[in-house]
């Protein structure tokens, strides 16, 4: 499920398996690991324990391309209390700063409502990521009451915007 091409030339596509590989040299460490993938993401890592752990073709997840073609962008979605559910959301090293993620957020955004029936969109982020925290807020992000029983309030936000 390849999409048009925004006006910008920027471009949300559908994540193939050629992808995996350069994906996961986006990660130096286990703390890099952990704000992306959450605590239950394992690393080091193996091709095999990556897929499994970022649900890799269970559920949806999409490549930003940047007008040159360069994979620079990396987002998941699924239905999650009633909400399409933005996880696993990174841009490559090298391209953080030049608002690639406020791009990737705002094609998710609107590739979400194709894929699930619902009125808003949500993501958990941490506390301490200020620089992930400013992009959602800027995309209309507000901070919500935590869902009852999701793991890690303590140390997370639950965010939600109307589609």
């Given at each position: 499920m390849t999409e048009p091409p925004a006006q910008d030339g920027w471009q949300l596509v559908e994540a193939s398996d050629?992808?995996?590989?350069?994906?996961?040299?986006?990660?130096?460490?286990a703390a890099e690991v952990?704000?992306?993938?959450?605590?239950?993401?394992?690393?080091?890592?193996?091709?095999?324990?990556f897929r499994k752990d970022c649900h890799w073709g269970r559920m949806p997840?999409?490549?930003?391309?940047?007008?040159?073609g360069e994979f620079s962008a990396f987002g998941q979605m699924?239905?999650?209390?009633?909400?399409?559910?933005?996880a696993r959301l990174i841009?490559?090293?090298?391209?953080?700063?030049?608002?690639?993620?406020?791009?990737?957020?705002?094609?998710?955004?609107e590739m979400g409502p194709k894929l699930f029936p619902a009125d808003e969109?949500?993501?958990?982020?941490?506390?301490?990521?200020?620089a992930a925290l400013g992009c959602y807020k800027s995309m209309g992000f507000v901070v919500r009451d935590?869902?009852?029983?999701?793991?890690?309030?303590d140390q997370c936000y639950y965010m939600t915007r109307p589609v």
């Open positions: 050629r992808d995996l590989d350069e994906l996961m040299t986006w990660f130096n460490d952990d704000i992306w993938g959450g605590p239950r993401f394992r690393f080091p890592f193996t091709k095999s324990t997840g999409f490549r930003l391309d940047s007008p040159a699924y239905q999650r209390y009633g909400r399409i559910n933005l841009v490559k090293p090298g391209m953080r700063g030049r608002g690639v993620g406020k791009r990737l957020v705002g094609l998710l955004i969109l949500s993501l958990f982020a941490y506390r301490h990521n200020a935590y869902p009852q029983g999701a793991r890690m309030a």
